[in-house]
């Protein structure tokens, strides 16, 4: 038995669109699949068509006792191959109940394994959070799917998810497969073709080489209750779908977990850059250079502005969060920026101007 954890704790990725149409591939191709949906608010249910307000007995349960519930008792058959254990809304107090319990964390894996014999694969849905659920899943799991969406910029917070990844790695010992799957993915938009390009570069072989396109019927077969496959076979939702699990059903690469930490932090940190543009009123100027920390105060080639229209002057760069101390040299003469009130005294009896990026 396989155990496939979805988790990204940004919402609006794919990861219910994946949780499901990802079980309905599997189902499809002739695994016997049980989704769980671990998610408090119910989506991947909602998305298969299952009341989750009708159930008595429910994943919630099941965890908080198992020894009173039967587990087939929460699983809802939704067609040949495919189950689906749905969520419960008291899922999210299950956090608190269990503070004090350190090996509570074990319990979603003691759940699925008690299943083994019923099940090839096992795709959980995780809620947009770093919770207790969310650990739950990756503990769980042999393999996380990280969904990244590329019409925004979602790689803000995977870093958290990475360090959780490491923290079962290095406390639980248990070490888990973690690929990227680039969702909603529009190449019409020029945005999207950049990210792709970057988050390959980034995650290398553990990027999953599916791509899932944006794709109406997607959103449509969720609000229909049904898997895409169900509601409209010939979408390139379907086919991305199937697509997809077939790559995880045939894939047995292995995988340095290492170099992927490193790459996604570069990713990331890189992501988060902004680009400044720094400009100053200087019509009668000759040459202007800025200088601060972010070019070692270095007045060269890079650090000389460009002459705009209106006698103005300006220069942009590419810079991280954090705070910069800068100054204009116009002619030869070091000034602060006249449109910046923020500045600090400097060691030579001057002001440096500043700039903070959040
Ligand atoms: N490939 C796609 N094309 C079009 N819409 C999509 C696609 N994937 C997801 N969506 C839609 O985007 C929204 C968020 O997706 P969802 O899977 O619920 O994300 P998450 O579970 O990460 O919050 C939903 O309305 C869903 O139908
Ligand atoms: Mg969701």
């Known amino acids: 038995m396989r155990i496939v954890a979805i988790a990204n704790q940004k919402g609006g990725c794919g990861k219910t669109t994946t949780a499901i149409n990802l079980s309905a591939s599997f189902a499809q191709l002739g695994k016997k699949t049980l989704l769980i949906d671990l998610d408090p608010q119910g989506h991947?249910?909602?998305?298969?068509?299952?009341?989750?307000?009708?159930?008595?007995?429910?994943?919630?349960?099941?965890l908080a006792d198992r020894k009173k519930t039967e587990s087939q008792k929460c699983i809802v058959n939704f067609k040949k191959n495919l189950d689906i254990m749905p969520s419960h809304v008291l899922l999210s107090t299950l956090e608190q109940e269990f503070k004090e319990m350190p090996n509570a964390v074990l319990r979603l894996n003691e759940v699925i394994q008690s299943l083994s014999s019923h099940y090839d694969y096992v795709v959980i849905d995780s809620p947009p959070s770093l919770g207790f659920l969310t650990f739950s899943a990756l503990?769980?799991?042999?393999?996380?799917?990280?969904?990244?969406?590329?019409?925004?910029?979602?790689l803000v917070g995977l870093n958290k998810l990475l360090s959780m990844i490491e923290l079962?790695?290095?406390?639980?010992?248990?070490?888990?497969?973690?690929?990227?799957?680039?969702?909603?993915?529009?190449?019409?938009?020029?945005?999207?073709?950049?990210?792709?390009?970057?988050?390959k570069k980034c995650f290398n072989e553990n990027l999953l080489e599916t791509?899932?396109?944006?794709?109406?019927?997607?959103?449509?077969?969720?609000?229909?209750?049904?898997?895409?496959?169900?509601?409209?076979?010939?979408?390139?939702?379907?086919?991305?779908?199937?697509?997809?699990?077939?790559?995880?059903?045939?894939?047995?690469?292995?995988?340095n977990l290492d170099t992927f930490y490193r790459d996604a932090e570069r990713l990331i940190s890189r992501s988060r850059s902004t680009l400044v543009k720094f400009a100053i009123h200087c019509p009668e100027a000759r040459y202007v250079y800025i200088v601060g920390d972010f070019n070692d105060w270095t007045l060269d080639d890079k650090s000389l502005l460009d002459r705009g229209g209106n006698g103005s002057w300006q220069k942009s760069f590419t810079l991280k969060p954090g705070k910069y101390k800068y100054k204009f040299v116009v002619d030869g003469r070091w000034i602060h920026d006249p449109d910046n009130p923020k500045c600090e005294d400097n060691i030579f009896g001057s002001y440096d101007s500043i700039l903070t990026l959040e």
């Open 44 to 62: 991947a249910s909602f998305g298969m068509g299952v009341e989750t307000q009708k159930l008595e007995e429910s994943i919630y349960h099941l």
């Open 139 to 154: 503990r769980a799991s042999n393999r996380v799917i990280i969904p990244i969406e590329t019409s925004s910029f979602s």
């Open 168 to 199: 079962i790695k290095v406390k639980l010992y248990h070490t888990t497969i973690v690929s990227g799957l680039v969702t909603i993915y529009d190449k019409r938009v020029r945005y999207s073709q950049l990210m792709l390009q970057e988050i």
């Open 211 to 255: 791509v899932i396109r944006i794709n109406i019927s997607l959103r449509e077969a969720a609000s229909f209750g049904k898997p895409v496959i169900e509601y409209s076979r010939y979408s390139s939702g379907a086919k991305d779908y199937l697509k997809l699990g077939n790559e995880i059903l045939n894939d047995n690469k292995t995988r």
